[in-house]
């Protein structure tokens, strides 16, 4: 075997992933490529779109499934859209970030991670609980749609009225 074809084989070969302890396949390789072009959180619908579009043939439950995974592996931040969905983002720093996500756009801000962690431990200990776990979902509109809210609430203001 040559020494192109050894390098191709051991390239295309299963292999784990040290940081995330997940086997790299396939299709994990696609979302996360795929998911590298966003700057904003997507719905799992519109990167397999995306991904459909670019000539992957990755499935939408393998996509649900892969996306779930890499979670859980700290390599992608899930925040709950107001329809009550998903959206997803690749996690660019090392830990654990939360964020003021916009309802309009999807642009998501991060806030800083250590006063949300002051927070709930200050809230578990006057609690009296331990071993303390949380989830904060923040929304709400980003300067750059406000205007556009602003103006269709003018507008839907009188019909609204009546």
């Known amino acids: 075997m040559s020494q192109a074809q050894t390098t191709a084989t051991q390239s295309t070969q299963p292999t ?3 940081a995330s302890g997940l086997r790299r396949t396939r299709q994990r390789t696609a979302v996360l490529d795929s998911l590298d072009r966003y700057s904003t959180f997507v719905s799992v619908l519109e990167l397999h779109a995306r991904m459909a ?7 939408l439950t393998t ?9 859980r592996a700290g390599l992608v931040d899930t925040v709950r859209e107001g329809a009550g969905g998903r959206l997803h ?9 939360h964020y003021l996500v ?3 756009c999807g642009h998501g801000q991060p806030v800083n991670v250590d006063a949300v962690a002051r ?8 609690s009296g609980f331990t ?20 103006d269709a609430l003018r507008t839907a203001g009188p019909a609204l009225a009546s």
């Open 16 to 18: 784990r992933s040290a």
């Open 53 to 59: 579009a670019s000539g992957s043939t990755v499935g």
């Open 63 to 71: 996509v649900y499934r892969t996306l779930r995974d890499l979670e």
């Open 89 to 97: 983002l690749r996690r660019r720093a090392g830990r654990h970030r």
């Open 102 to 104: 916009c309802r309009d």
């Open 119 to 126: 927070w709930a431990d200050r809230i578990g200990r006057a």
């Open 131 to 150: 071993d303390l776990e949380h989830t904060v979902e923040l929304s709400g509109i980003c300067a750059q749609c406000r205007p556009a809210t602003e």
